[in-house]
């Protein structure tokens, strides 16, 4: 005969048993929730939506009160420690879980619990509550209070290894500033975090290995005072740690050495340390778990803007090693996102990463992961095109201006993500600098309109990275492709864009006028459009130009509109000194006073054009400078310590000397 099959009690089922009034029935139905949503998500949204949590909670409050009156101690232990186990497991990696244990008010029962005498009590809690301190959403402890000091410190000694495994939990998720950190290690924690690494167990020599990244984390007066003799040995045990047998101890030993490094750069210098991090961290990368799914990311902070590690990263063949995972497909979103970003961080800064990178046709597969499901490899692909394009030589080549690699750029402006926008953006920026002839493929695909349209976006980010696009689209382009942006975009839009409430908006919008109204002085014209709506906001721009980048997009406009002829000059002078009275003269004159030496250039170049002898119009315009105090400061600068100023400024005064100035 078959066998009889047992059907598992369905949630709306489990949830009316809670409320039971016989104890083993609840007892049961508590464990019976905790076995079904243990790695569940789809079980944990269920009970969830059906309100198990508060009920869950509200029985471990209803045992709190039966201890206090020292009622049924047996079933009362058996509800704590069974209704415990399911909030844990409610949170354990599910931060809806842990919003909904949090919003229950189990939290603050929790804590009180670990007081209780019954081992079982406190080992279900410290379990439960280390599920929430997995979690960003778990409540954070200000450690500069004396009270919540104490209360760590007692965790910490504690004999139950969940104990003070969850102490070292709440540091890594409670530390946040340098002033926690040093008095995390004047209160010798540190010291005590040290010693649990060389003798807990497993599970608690990877929570102090957390903790310790989290307390060294951009200190390095700490790191230096935990490397000193006073507490031994500590950076030989973190290291003997990334030889471990576990893979994931491996890992997390790896990112506390990294952290360490990144901070505090003369530690860890010995290039024997350094090329075993990179071999530990690509052997992780064939974990086929959560380590695995990690060790791109750790490996992406130890080789970051770093140009002696990448070069130790491609001996170590690190790229063909991530082309070989990608190659092979079906890997994790996060993995694979991990992967693209250390790609990304890989061809940064060395052309040969960059030459191995074209010659393994890991560009084919990058464009591939630009139509992936997930945000995260989306975002990350176009991150890997952005380093991969910075190659003047490549993008000489053509490698890039191609309708597979554009047309899914393109349609990525339009992505729901705005973290995706934004970085596909930034790959189109470089992109688009293009130095062959095939700009008419980005027009085609539409690329152009889409920019013009994102430049009007509500996320300040969308904007100026859409103007970042446009304005390298338009460098060193011909007449025609400028004069179709500009229709495109319009004088009214473009001086709003330089009126844009951000910063980063206007210096990008003024950066694109700059471009536009280079070359031809046909090209000039587009600043008088619509009466002169452009120059006139460039004008007030600069007035209150609220950073240095401004004040030098906007005087590089100026200077390329003083480049023109009799009229686009005068047009300039006027700006300077007649919009605003005898305000205008003092914006010239901070600028060339700007410890910016980008801007006293700039300044002074457009002086240049302003006097050149050349123009009819240059005696009038240089003693008009000349009472402003603009000519007297520029002679100030003749040994200023920029090359490019000094070499302007003696243009100037060359000029001036020419109509009989002394």
Not at 305 to 315: F, N, P, S, V
Not at 481 to 486: A, D, I, Q, S
Not at 515 to 541: H, M, S, W
Not at 642 to 659: I, P, W
Request: aromatic fraction near 6%; charge should be positive; charged fraction near 20%.
């Amino acid at each position: 005969m078959p066998s009889a099959t047992v059907n598992k009690p369905r949630p709306s089922e489990l949830l009316s048993r809670l409320t039971s009034a016989e104890p083993e029935v609840k007892v049961r139905a508590l464990r019976e929730v905790k076995n079904q949503i243990i790695g569940n998500r789809t079980k944990k949204l269920s009970f969830l939506k059906l309100g198990a949590v508060p009920a869950v909670a509200g029985i471990l409050a209803d045992s709190i009160d039966d201890v206090t009156e020292n009622n049924n101690c047996n079933n009362t232990n058996n509800f704590l420690v069974q209704s415990a186990a399911a909030l844990g497991s409610f949170a354990c990696g599910f931060d809806a879980g842990v919003q909904a244990v949090l919003d229950a008010g189990a939290f603050p029962n929790l804590l009180r619990l670990l007081a209780n005498p019954n081992e079982k009590v406190v080992d279900a809690v410290a379990r439960a509550l280390r599920m929430i301190y997995q979690s960003k959403l778990a409540p954070k402890y200000d450690f500069l209070q004396q009270k919540n000091m104490e209360f760590l410190i007692s965790l910490l000694n504690s004999e139950k290894e969940t104990v003070s495994g969850l102490g070292a939990s709440i540091i890594s998720r409670s530390c946040e500033t340098n002033l926690e950190q040093k008095a995390l290690f004047d209160a010798g924690i540190l010291r005590k975090l040290n010693s649990l690494l060389e003798g807990g167990s497993l599970s608690l020599r990877d929570a102090s290995l957390e903790s310790l990244a989290t307390v060294f984390r951009n200190n390095p007066e700490v790191i230096s005072k935990f490397a000193g003799p006073e507490i031994g040995r500590p950076l030989s045990s973190i290291i003997d740690l990334a030889k471990d047998r576990y893979p994931r101890t491996r890992l997390l030993a790896c990112m506390c050495l990294i952290v360490i490094r990144n901070a505090s750069p003369h530690f860890l210098q010995d290039i024997g340390i350094k090329t075993k991090l990179i071999h530990i961290l690509l052997e992780l990368l064939d974990d086929p778990g959560q380590v695995g799914d990690e060790a791109p990311f750790a490996f992406s902070s130890l080789i970051a803007q770093k140009e002696d590690l990448q070069k130790l990263a491609l001996e170590a063949n690190a790229i063909d090693k991530f082309h070989h995972h990608i190659k092979k497909g079906s890997l994790h979103p996060r993995r694979y996102e991990g992967i693209l970003l250390a790609l990304a961080d890989m061809c940064s800064k060395l052309e040969s990463c960059r030459s191995k990178f074209l010659s393994l046709q890991v560009l084919n597969l990058v464009a591939d992961a630009l139509t992936d499901y997930n945000a995260g490899v989306r975002a990350a692909a176009c991150i890997c095109l952005k380093s991969v394009t910075r190659s003047i030589k490549n993008l000489s080549a053509g490698y890039f201006m191609n309708e597979t690699i554009v047309i899914p750029l393109v349609q990525l402006f339009l992505d729901p993500s705005t973290s995706v926008q934004v970085a596909a953006l930034g790959a189109t920026s470089n992109i688009v600098v293009d130095f062959t002839t095939r700009k008419s493929i980005f027009v085609q695909c539409g690329g152009m309109k889409q920019l013009v349209q994102l430049a009007k976006s509500m996320e300040s980010s969308v904007r100026s990275n859409a103007l970042w696009a446009l304005k390298n689209f338009v460098f060193q382009a011909d007449n025609r492709l400028k004069e179709g942006v500009f229709s495109e975009l319009t004088a009214s839009l473009l001086s709003s864009l330089i009126r844009d409430p951000e910063p980063s908006v206007q210096e990008q919008a003024l950066a694109l006028v700059r471009n536009l109204v280079d070359g031809c002085i046909n090209l000039i014209e587009f600043v008088f459009a619509e009466d002169g709506l452009i120059l006139g906001a460039i004008g007030r721009q600069l007035q209150c130009a609220s950073k240095a980048e401004i004040g030098i997009q906007g005087m590089y406009a100026l200077c390329n509109v003083a480049s023109g002829n009799e009229f686009h000059r005068e047009a300039v002078m006027q700006l300077l000194f007649t919009q605003m009275g005898d305000k205008n003269q003092s914006f010239v004159v901070k600028f060339l006073q700007s410890n910016d030496s980008q801007l006293r250039t700039a300044t002074v170049w457009t002086i240049v054009n302003l006097t050149c002898p050349s123009s009819p119009g240059a005696p009038c315009r240089l003693e008009k400078l000349r009472n402003a105090g603009i000519v007297s400061q520029i002679k100030n600068m003749v040994n200023d310590p920029c090359v490019d100023v000094k070499l302007r400024v003696r243009t100037v005064l060359g000029q001036s000397m020419a109509f009989g100035d002394n």
